[in-house]
């Protein structure tokens, strides 16, 4: 890969030194159990291998689309996850360690030269993806002229992914923002994505937050008489929804309100944090979305808390002395950013929720111990 790669800092080719690669004006990058860590600000998930929850493997082998036929194509599989590949022209990338990773980037600084693809496929990435426009154009800038950009991303899904899932797109958006200037070769709903696959899937991850009673009970019904209990009460007061965490709320929802306040002394700020230079610029525009991403992590963990107990409960395991959590509620007051233009304040926040997200993670445990255990039993 070397004579293909480039800084992502100064955009300079690199050398390979002593397990480090080195730019032309010193920026060094680790190369960890023979993958280069290729991104501006190396943080301990780009360098630690990731758990198992948090690992993709949405399709178990990736293949070249069969026109690409060359044997000396250069191809990319941008945002592998741990999907593995035996083909030699194959270069799998991903912002994730994983063990059939290649190469650790960011899809919003790809560490190549320009020119350097024939092919780039990205499968349930973009909806993943921060800038989804930047990236765009780092896929444009990488591939060859004549060169085959290949992209399957989220419409109608719900929330899902690690580490974030920041964007569906509707097939316009896909059509005019990135194919954009590129000769459009097809444009098509695939077999995996039918209809049929939106509807289920939503029925599927509906049914499975509901308590087994109630889950039950909708599946007996007729579907017309489903749909009258759904369509009596569409609000959060429908008892179908009483049990909802805040996380099942969030990643089912057909729309969202934020309300937010502009800070004082706003503009003067930002221009300070903007005149400290891009490296600065840049570390507090990762914290921030490091913040929100951590954020969204603690509802989830909150959520399995909810979840593994209510599976206990229903089988009668009895009562159990395991901690009880805060509401979700307090949990994220308690983490919340008390300055969003002080990093300091952004990387204190974000270390407390990661420590909340483990005290989760340990009652979680618990209940999942204990549930297995009396399962196990035969009670």
Request: proline share 6%.
């Amino acid at each position: 890969m070397l004579p293909l790669l480039r800084c992502p800092k100064s955009h300079s080719p690199l050398t390979l030194k002593n397990d480090r690669l080195l730019s032309e004006r010193g920026d060094e990058y680790p190369v960890i159990n023979g993958k280069p860590i290729l991104v501006k600000h190396v943080l301990p998930f780009h360098v630690n291998v990731p758990a198992s929850e948090k690992v993709s493997q949405n399709i178990p082998h990736f293949s070249v689309i069969s026109f690409i036929d060359r044997r000396d194509a250069v191809v990319l599989h941008l945002g592998s996850g741990n999907v593995p590949s035996t083909d030699p022209r194959v270069i799998s990338l991903d912002v994730l360690p994983c063990e059939h990773v290649d190469l650790v980037a960011d899809a919003e600084e790809l560490p190549f030269q320009n020119n350097t693809f024939d092919y780039v496929e990205s499968g349930a990435v973009f909806e993943h993806i921060h800038n989804p426009l930047t990236t765009i154009k780092e896929v444009k800038r990488i591939l060859k002229p004549g060169g085959i950009f290949y992209i399957d991303t989220a419409f109608i899904q719900s929330y899902h992914g690690y580490p974030g899932h920041y964007y569906n797109m509707t097939p316009l958006a896909v059509e005019s923002g990135i194919v954009d200037d590129f000769i459009m070769m097809q444009s098509v709903v695939p077999d995996s994505a039918t209809p049929l696959v939106s509807v289920t899937s939503l029925i599927d991850r509906f049914l499975s937050y509901l308590p087994e009673d109630d889950k039950a009970k909708l599946l007996s019904m007729s579907l017309s008489d489903v749909l009258k209990v759904m369509k009596s009460d569409l609000s959060s007061k429908n008892p179908l929804l009483s049990q909802y965490s805040e996380y099942a709320m969030r990643s089912m929802a057909a729309s969202f309100v934020v309300l937010a306040k502009k800070p004082e002394h706003y503009e003067d700020r930002v221009s300070a944090i903007l005149r400290r230079g891009r490296s600065e610029s840049e570390k507090w525009h990762l914290l921030k979305q490091q913040y929100y991403e951590a954020r969204m992590e603690v509802m989830l963990r909150h959520h399995e808390v909810l979840f593994y107990k209510r599976l206990a409960q229903e089988k009668n395991c009895g009562p159990q002395r395991i901690q009880e959590p805060s509401p979700v509620s307090h949990l994220l007051a308690n983490c919340a950013v008390r300055d969003i233009l002080d990093l300091d304040s952004i990387k204190s926040s974000i270390q407390r929720l990661r420590a909340t997200e483990e005290d989760l993670k340990k009652i979680r445990e618990q209940w999942i111990t204990f549930y297995l255990q009396f399962s196990s039993s035969g009670k």
